[in-house]
Structures are given as structure tokens and as C-alpha cells.
């Protein structure tokens, strides 16, 4: 059973994760206006100054998101380790896709600078979010996509 408390606990973070989210998506749009002024900045590096904010502005929207589909499942009495299975897969996903679509930016961006020696680290961030898309998480020997044997686990066969 939900209490009240914990409605408002959640629902005071979902909005504070949403307020931090319009912060940095502001704050992008400011810093992209602000240096389209400067004529020493390079557009490319603007734009991927700005996608740098928004990605983090997507983090903290999702977390936002996350918190109040957790109080809004548990109301309908569904699994609590189905509601966090879910939010947390939502959110490595796109965290995930995010972190994928700024390493590409790098790549572009450091083919174009001539920094060829740099570009271990946007392939590190490809590899690594290919394997967290791809691997399933195991857990007691069961992967998360199947149901285990309650009988198997206690002990009964």
C-alpha cells in the first residue's frame, strides 16, 4: 500500500528532476545563443557544447519520469521488481541511445580536428553501451526475460 507520504516524497523528486531538466535545457539554448554572438567559436563546437546539456537535461527528464511511473504502477498493484525492472531498463536505454548519439558527435568532431589519437574514447562509449543494449543481466543464474522455478529455488523438485 502506497501512503501519502511516500506519493509526495515521490512526486516532490519527480518534479525537482523535471525542474533541473528545463534548468539544463535552458541553459543549453542560452549557451547556443550566447555564442553565436562570439565570432572566436567554432559552430561544430557549439552545437556539441549544447548536445552535451541536453543530454544531460534527457537524463534527468527520464529519471522524472521514472519516479512518478513507479508510484503510478504500484497504485495499480502490479510486482514492485516489475516496476523497477522496467524503469531502470527505460532509463540505461535511453541514457544508453544519448551516450551512443554523443559518441558519434566525437567522432565527427575529431575526424574533423585531425585528432585521430583521440578517437579510443568515443569508441570505448560505442563499445561499452553495445554490450549494456545487448547482454542480458543475469541474475541466480536466470536471465531477467524468463520466469524462474519458484520449486528450483526453495529446493522442491
Not at 535545457?25 to 547556443?32: D, H, I, K, M, Y
Not at 510486482?79 to 536505454?93: E, L, T
Not at 551512443?100 to 574514447?121: G, P, R
Amino acid at each position: 500500500m502506497i501512503t501519502p507520504y511516500k506519493t509526495s516524497v515521490a512526486l516532490l523528486f519527480s518534479v525537482i528532476f523535471h525542474l533541473i531538466a528545463v534548468v539544463f535545457t535552458g541553459l543549453s539554448v542560452q549557451q547556443f545563443i550566447g555564442g553565436l554572438d562570439k565570432p572566436d567559436w567554432d559552430l561544430v563546437t557549439l552545437i556539441i557544447k549544447s548536445i552535451n546539456t541536453l543530454v544531460i537535461a534527457l537524463a534527468m527528464y527520464e529519471l522524472g519520469i521514472g519516479v512518478m511511473q513507479g508510484i503510478h504502477r504500484q497504485r495499480g498493484r502490479q510486482n514492485i521488481f516489475q516496476n523497477i525492472r522496467r524503469s531502470i531498463a527505460r532509463f540505461v536505454g535511453t541514457d544508453c541511445i544519448a551516450l551512443v548519439l554523443e559518441a558519434l558527435i566525437m567522432i565527427i568532431k575529431y575526424s574533423q580536428l585531425d585528432l585521430a589519437c583521440n578517437l579510443y574514447y568515443p569508441v570505448a562509449i560505442l563499445a561499452a553501451c553495445s554490450l549494456l543494449l545487448t547482454k542480458p543481466i543475469q541474475h541466480n543464474s536466470y536471465s531477467l526475460h524468463q520466469k524462474p522455478n519458484l520449486s528450483e529455488q526453495i529446493g522442491y523438485d
